[in-house]
């Protein structure tokens, strides 16, 4: 069944690519890309000066590859008060959007004028450490500390989703990651069982590892707890009516992200949509995957939402697989990434389009080109901009040439906006900077379109 769908929909695929060419259907062509008065009219002189210093600063890449110890040696030298001055009128100040509801407010109405909404991202996350890379997993201590951690970060996601709420209603959206909820090593031992042994999806990953001798009592229930934070969050997101992304994360952890993340769509998305899961098109295994998760959300009959990204982890993923003598997880190029990312969205778009209210696509994407495709294809299946069944996502301080023109014209538009006290978000900022160091070193459009809209309000 699996064999007949992939034919049919690369069928349909090449089909969509050859005739993007010919589309006489121009509705995409009344976005423009090139408009800094539309990209940048909600920005102040001063943002748009810190805008285009930011963007020359992360060009050079010495600079974003030591980023942390600049960071820590800064902070030595200038204090914490002024410290944290420069940092609201740099780095900080561009790329997040406050540290509390309070400062989030005005930036929310600000963008909601010109129809652009926030995906809130109170942003927690953690990783294995470097001495952990060989796949040694020590990971059967209960620890009491940790608990409190993964507690804590529970009460703030929840407090997340009600700050959402208060400032959206209904149509509010956050995003947030596992691994804030569980220790990383536990995460890691879950997710290479589920890739060794391969259950089946009759079971859920609680009941597959209970009924194992694969982890220890302790082990069973960090994962039990993790499961318990995970539904108590999405329970808020239901009762604010909201919906939730759930980040993919590396590699070593992303199959049991995904697994758990489709259980819970199975769980809730009876009704309506509320989760989202986000696939990562640099993988050389999305395209299969996004296609029998389609399957089961038709069989099951349960709503599926698709964040589509090309991936932040490439560096530490090649990194990784040269290391371990392991298969390079991730496609060889750039190209062979894009050429995933689209067709991934025509397999999905064109299920949105036979099952209405049940599909739902994020073009979580910096990429003008893959924007560009979106719209085409959209304009040849005849979807219309106010339809529904796609929005666009780009980071928050990022490539505002591409949101704000795609807002001007009606389409479903947002920025994935981080926030919190600074010391939080420092460890954030570098790891996205370095994550995103090839989008800073060719972002020389986002540069001149601001130093374009400065000059032309200096001057006007």
Same mark, same amino acid.
């Not at 699996?2 to 006489?24: G, H």
């Not at 194992?212 to 960090?222: F, P, Q, R, V």
């Not at 395209?287 to 089961?296: E, P």
């Given at each position: 069944?699996?064999?007949?769908?992939?034919?049919q929909?690369?069928?349909?695929?090449?089909?969509?690519?050859?005739?993007?060419?010919?589309?006489s259907k121009?509705n995409h062509?009344k976005?423009?890309?090139?408009?800094?008065?539309t990209?940048y009219g909600?920005?102040?002189?001063?943002?748009?000066?810190?805008?285009?210093?930011?963007?020359?600063l992360?060009?050079y890449s010495s600079?974003v590859?030591n980023?942390?110890?600049l960071?820590?040696?800064s902070?030595t030298?200038l204090?914490?008060?002024l410290?944290e001055?420069?940092?609201?009128?740099?780095i900080?100040?561009?790329?997040?959007?406050?540290?509390?509801?309070t400062e989030l407010k005005?930036?929310?109405?600000?963008?909601?004028?010109?129809g652009?909404?926030?995906?809130?991202?109170?942003?927690?996350?953690?990783?294995?450490?470097?001495?952990?890379n060989q796949?040694?997993i020590?990971?059967?201590?209960?620890?009491?500390?940790?608990?409190?951690i993964y507690?804590?970060?529970?009460l703030?996601?929840i407090?997340?989703v009600?700050t959402a709420? +208060?400032l959206?209603?209904?149509?509010a959206?956050?995003?947030m990651?596992?691994?804030?909820f569980?220790?990383?090593?536990?995460?890691q031992?879950?997710?290479q069982i589920?890739e060794?042994?391969?259950?089946?999806t009759?079971?859920?990953?609680?009941?597959?590892?209970?009924n194992?001798?694969?982890?220890?009592?302790?082990?069973?229930? +960090?994962?039990k707890?993790?499961?318990?934070r995970?539904?108590?969050?999405?329970?808020e997101?239901?009762?604010?009516?909201?919906?939730?992304?759930?980040?993919? +994360?590396?590699?070593?952890?992303?199959?049991a992200?995904?697994?758990?993340?489709?259980?819970?769509?199975?769980?809730y998305?009876?009704?309506?949509?509320i989760?989202y899961?986000t696939y990562?098109?640099?993988?050389?295994?999305?395209l299969?995957?996004l296609?029998?998760?389609?399957?089961?959300?038709?069989?099951?009959?349960?709503?599926?939402?698709f964040?589509?990204?090309r991936?932040?982890?490439?560096?530490?993923?090649?990194k990784r697989a040269?290391?371990?003598k392991?298969?390079?997880?991730i496609?060889?190029?750039f190209l062979?990434?894009?050429?995933?990312?689209h067709?991934a969205f025509?397999?999905?778009?064109?299920n949105?389009?036979?099952?209405?209210?049940k599909v739902?696509i994020f073009?979580?994407s910096?990429?003008?080109?893959t924007?560009?495709f979106?719209?085409?294809?959209?304009?040849?299946?005849n979807?219309k901009?106010d339809?529904g069944p796609?929005s666009?996502?780009?980071?928050?301080?990022?490539?505002?040439?591409l949101?704000?023109?795609?807002?001007?014209?009606?389409?479903?538009?947002y920025k994935l906006t981080p926030y919190g006290?600074?010391h939080?978000?420092l460890?954030y900022l570098?790891?996205?900077?370095?994550?995103?160091?090839?989008?800073?070193?060719?972002?020389?459009k986002?540069?001149?379109?601001?130093y374009?809209?400065l000059?032309?309000?200096i001057?006007?």
């Amino acid at each position: 069944m699996i064999r007949q769908y992939k034919l049919q929909n690369v069928q349909t695929i090449q089909c969509f690519v050859r005739a993007l060419a010919s589309n006489s259907k121009n509705n995409h062509e009344k976005v423009k890309f090139d408009s800094s008065a539309t990209a940048y009219g909600h920005k102040s002189k001063s943002e748009l000066f810190r805008g285009w210093f930011v963007f020359k600063l992360c060009s050079y890449s010495s600079l974003v590859n030591n980023l942390s110890q600049l960071f820590n040696i800064s902070r030595t030298i200038l204090g914490q008060r002024l410290f944290e001055y420069i940092m609201r009128s740099t780095i900080y100040g561009h790329f997040v959007a406050g540290t509390n509801k309070t400062e989030l407010k005005p930036i929310t109405e600000r963008l909601r004028k010109h129809g652009v909404k926030l995906i809130l991202d109170y942003c927690m996350e953690s990783d294995i450490s470097s001495n952990n890379n060989q796949q040694k997993i020590n990971s059967s201590i209960l620890n009491p500390s940790n608990e409190n951690i993964y507690n804590e970060n529970l009460l703030k996601a929840i407090k997340n989703v009600q700050t959402a709420a +208060e400032l959206y209603g209904s149509s509010a959206m956050i995003a947030m990651k596992i691994t804030a909820f569980v220790p990383p090593d536990i995460l890691q031992k879950l997710n290479q069982i589920l890739e060794e042994q391969q259950p089946s999806t009759k079971l859920s990953i609680l009941e597959f590892v209970s009924n194992t001798s694969t982890m220890n009592k302790d082990e069973l229930t +960090e994962v039990k707890h993790l499961i318990q934070r995970i539904n108590r969050i999405i329970q808020e997101v239901k009762k604010h009516n909201g919906r939730i992304f759930i980040d993919a +994360e590396q590699s070593y952890f992303q199959t049991a992200i995904h697994r758990l993340v489709l259980e819970l769509q199975e769980q809730y998305n009876r009704d309506n949509l509320i989760v989202y899961n986000t696939y990562q098109c640099y993988r050389k295994t999305t395209l299969n995957l996004l296609q029998q998760d389609l399957i089961r959300s038709k069989t099951n009959n349960f709503h599926i939402g698709f964040k589509l990204v090309r991936g932040a982890y490439m560096d530490q993923e090649r990194k990784r697989a040269a290391e371990m003598k392991i298969i390079d997880p991730i496609h060889p190029n750039f190209l062979a990434t894009t050429e995933s990312y689209h067709r991934a969205f025509v397999e999905t778009l064109e299920n949105a389009k036979k099952n209405p209210n049940k599909v739902h696509i994020f073009v979580a994407s910096h990429n003008e080109n893959t924007v560009q495709f979106a719209l085409k294809t959209m304009d040849l299946m005849n979807i219309k901009r106010d339809d529904g069944p796609v929005s666009f996502a780009t980071l928050f301080g990022m490539c505002d040439y591409l949101t704000f023109p795609l807002a001007a014209v009606g389409y479903d538009a947002y920025k994935l906006t981080p926030y919190g006290p600074i010391h939080r978000l420092l460890p954030y900022l570098t790891r996205r900077a370095q994550e995103n160091r090839a989008i800073f070193a060719k972002a020389e459009k986002d540069r001149q379109l601001h130093y374009k809209a400065l000059k032309e309000r200096i001057l006007h």
